[in-house]
C-alpha cells in the first residue's frame, strides 16, 4: 500500500509538474519498467485522476500521452477558494467593483514589497528570478524558472488561487505586475499561457 500511494503521489506531482507524459516517459522518471508503469497508470485512471490521449508522433502510430484529469488536478489545493470568492462577493455587493479591484491591487503591492524585501542584494536576474520561483513554490505555486531555446520560461504549474482568479482576472493582473517588478520593469515579460484561458499552467517568457 506504501508503494502504490508513493507512485500515485510520485505520479500526479510528474504531470502536474511537466504536463502530458508518454509510458515511456514516466517509467523513466520513477524508475520503473513499463510493464510495471502501466500496471500502475492503469490504477490511477481507474480512480479518475489521469487519462490518457493519443496523439500524432511523425509517420508513425499515433503515441498515447497521460495527463492529469480535473479530479487529478482537484489534489493539489486551491487555498481556501470558496472563502475568498465568498468574500469577494459580499465586498463588490456592498462596496462596488472598484473597491475590490483597489483591493485587490493593495494587497498585489503587499506582496511585491514582501517578495523585493526577500530579493534584496540578489542582482544577477537569473538567480534573482530562480529564488523567486523558490519562494512562490513554497507557497504552492510549483513554480520553475526553466531555459529553452529561445530565452527563460517563469512557470507555475499550480495556482493554489484558481477559484479566486476565476472569479476576479483583477488577482491575475495584481500577480502580473509582482512579477514584473520582480524580473525588473527594464526587461520585457509576456504571459504564454494562462491557467484562466485553459491551459494546464501560467508560463511567461522573460527576454534576458
Given at each position: 500500500m506504501e508503494n502504490r500511494l508513493h507512485f500515485r503521489?510520485?505520479?500526479?506531482?510528474?504531470?502536474?509538474?511537466?504536463?502530458?507524459?508518454?509510458?515511456?516517459?514516466?517509467?523513466?522518471?520513477?524508475?520503473?519498467?513499463?510493464e510495471g508503469a502501466r500496471f500502475q497508470i492503469r490504477r490511477l485512471e481507474a480512480e479518475g485522476l489521469v487519462r490518457s490521449?493519443?496523439?500524432?508522433?511523425?509517420?508513425?502510430?499515433?503515441?498515447q500521452f497521460w495527463s492529469l484529469t480535473q479530479l487529478g488536478e482537484s489534489r493539489f489545493p486551491d487555498t481556501h477558494a470558496s472563502?475568498?470568492?465568498r468574500l469577494m462577493e459580499v465586498m463588490?455587493?456592498?462596496?462596488g467593483e472598484q473597491a475590490v479591484s483597489q483591493v485587490i491591487s493593495v494587497d498585489g503591492d503587499h506582496s511585491t514589497r514582501r517578495y523585493?524585501?526577500?530579493l534584496e542584494g540578489i542582482t544577477d536576474p537569473v538567480t534573482?528570478?530562480?529564488r523567486f520561483a523558490a519562494i512562490r513554490s513554497t507557497e504552492g505555486y510549483m513554480a520553475q524558472f526553466i531555459q529553452d531555446d529561445l530565452s527563460y520560461i517563469f512557470v507555475e504549474n499550480h495556482c493554489p488561487i484558481n477559484v479566486a482568479a476565476h472569479a476576479n482576472p483583477a488577482i491575475c493582473c495584481a500577480e502580473f505586475k509582482t512579477l514584473k517588478a520582480v524580473v525588473g520593469e527594464e526587461i520585457p515579460v509576456n504571459r504564454i499561457e494562462y491557467i484562466v484561458a485553459g491551459n494546464r499552467r501560467c508560463a511567461y517568457r522573460v527576454h534576458l
Open positions: 503521489e510520485r505520479c500526479l506531482g510528474l504531470l502536474k509538474n511537466n504536463g502530458p507524459q508518454t509510458l515511456l516517459d514516466l517509467a523513466a522518471a520513477l524508475k520503473l519498467t513499463v490521449e493519443a496523439q500524432p508522433s511523425g509517420r508513425g502510430r499515433p503515441q472563502l475568498t470568492v463588490k455587493e456592498t462596496l523585493l524585501q526577500a534573482r528570478i530562480t
